[in-house]
C-alpha cells in the first residue's frame, strides 16, 4: 500500500510528533511504502494567489479557471505538482492534525485550497452521460482517506450526545465535504482525546491506537455515506423524501443501518 502522510502540527516534539512517527514506523515494518508532507517543515504557502498559475497572466481569469488551466497545461507551481503527484501515487491519504476550533489548522485548509484544484480533484464529468462526478465518484475515486486528531477535549463530550457533537459529524465538512466529495472512501476518524494532559499510559494508548488503526486501514469499513449519483437524491441533490422520511441534519447522509 502506498500511504500519503499529511501532518500539520508546528511542533516536532509533541504528542502529533511521536504519534506520526510511530504510526510511519508501523507502515514501514509492515511492508507499506510512506512519502511524507509535513507541512510546517515545508513552510507550504497556504494561500492562493497568482503566483500558483504564472503562466496564466490575464488577471480576468477567474482563480478557478485559472487554476484548472495551469492543472491541463501543467504549469501549476512546482510545490502543487509535487503534492498532486503524491496524492495520484497514494492509496492511502492520512491526513493528522490538532483540532483547533473544531476544525483543521489554516495550513492543511491552504494545502486543500491549493492542491486539490479543479479539473485534479473536482469539476470532473462523465464522458459518457455529463454527469458530475463527486460525493463518492470523481479523480480521487479508489483511495482511502483517514483523518487522525489530537483534541484536547475528554472523549465523552464528543459522543452522540456531548457538548462538542459527535466527532464524524463535527468533522462532517472535511470528511464527507472535501475527501468524500472527491471520491475518496472515508475511515471513521482515528481521535486522541484529553491531548494536553496525557500520562505515560496515556501515551501508550495513544500509540498503540494510531498504530493499529494505521494497519488496519486497507481493511476497515469506510463511513457509509450515500453517494450523489446512486439514486439517493433528487435533481437538486436533496435526500428522497422516501429515504430517511421525518428526518433532517446531517445523519440522513448516511446509509440506514450504519
Known amino acids: 500500500m502506498n500511504v500519503l502522510w499529511v501532518f500539520a502540527h508546528p511542533e516536532q516534539a509533541s504528542l502529533s510528533g511521536s504519534l506520526r512517527d510511530e504510526g510511519v514506523q508501523a507502515?514501514?515494518?509492515a511492508g507499506h511504502e510512506v512519502r511524507m508532507s509535513d507541512l510546517?517543515?515545508?513552510?507550504?504557502?497556504?494561500?492562493?494567489?497568482?503566483?500558483?498559475?504564472?503562466?496564466?497572466?490575464?488577471?480576468?481569469l477567474r482563480v478557478t479557471t485559472a487554476s484548472r488551466r495551469a492543472y491541463e497545461a501543467g504549469t501549476l507551481s512546482?510545490?502543487?505538482?509535487?503534492?498532486q503527484e503524491k496524492l495520484a501515487w497514494?492509496?492511502?491519504?492520512?491526513?493528522?492534525?490538532?483540532?483547533?476550533?473544531?476544525?483543521?489548522?489554516a495550513i492543511l485548509k491552504g494545502w486543500v485550497d491549493r492542491v486539490f484544484v479543479k479539473g485534479f480533484a473536482y469539476g470532473v464529468t462523465d464522458p459518457s452521460d455529463g454527469r458530475t462526478l463527486r460525493y463518492g465518484e470523481g479523480t480521487l475515486a479508489g483511495k482511502r482517506a483517514l483523518?487522525?486528531?489530537?483534541?484536547?477535549?475528554?472523549?465523552?463530550?464528543?459522543?452522540?450526545?456531548?457538548?462538542?457533537?459527535?466527532?464524524?459529524?463535527?468533522?462532517?465538512?472535511?470528511?464527507?465535504g472535501?475527501?468524500?466529495?472527491?471520491?475518496?472512501?472515508?475511515l471513521p476518524p482515528v481521535a486522541v482525546y484529553g491531548a494536553d494532559r496525557v500520562s505515560a499510559e496515556d501515551h501508550a494508548a495513544a500509540v498503540?491506537?494510531?498504530?493499529?488503526?494505521?494497519?488496519?486501514?486497507?481493511?476497515?469499513?469506510?463511513?457509509?455515506?450515500?453517494?450523489?449519483?446512486?439514486?439517493?437524491?433528487?435533481?437538486?441533490?436533496?435526500?428522497?423524501?422516501?429515504?430517511?422520511?421525518?428526518?433532517?441534519?446531517?445523519?440522513?447522509?448516511?446509509?440506514?443501518?450504519?
Do not use: C
Open 27 to 29: 507502515l514501514v515494518e
Open 40 to 60: 510546517y517543515a515545508m513552510k507550504w504557502k497556504a494561500v492562493v494567489d497568482r503566483d500558483d498559475f504564472p503562466e496564466e497572466t490575464s488577471p480576468q
Open 78 to 83: 512546482a510545490d502543487i505538482r509535487g503534492e
Open 90 to 105: 497514494a492509496d492511502l491519504v492520512v491526513l493528522q492534525f490538532p483540532l483547533w476550533w473544531y476544525s483543521m489548522p
Open 147 to 176: 483523518v487522525v486528531l489530537t483534541a484536547g477535549s475528554q472523549e465523552p463530550a464528543f459522543g452522540p450526545r456531548g457538548i462538542n457533537g459527535q466527532l464524524d459529524l463535527a468533522l462532517f465538512p472535511l470528511l464527507h
Open 178 to 186: 472535501t475527501l468524500w466529495y472527491t471520491g475518496m472512501s472515508i
Open 208 to 258: 498503540s491506537l494510531v498504530r493499529s488503526k494505521v494497519l488496519s486501514a486497507e481493511q476497515d469499513a469506510p463511513l457509509p455515506y450515500r453517494s450523489q449519483n446512486g439514486g439517493d437524491y433528487d435533481g437538486d441533490l436533496v435526500l428522497r423524501g422516501s429515504l430517511a422520511p421525518g428526518l433532517s441534519g446531517l445523519g440522513v447522509h448516511y446509509h440506514p443501518g450504519a
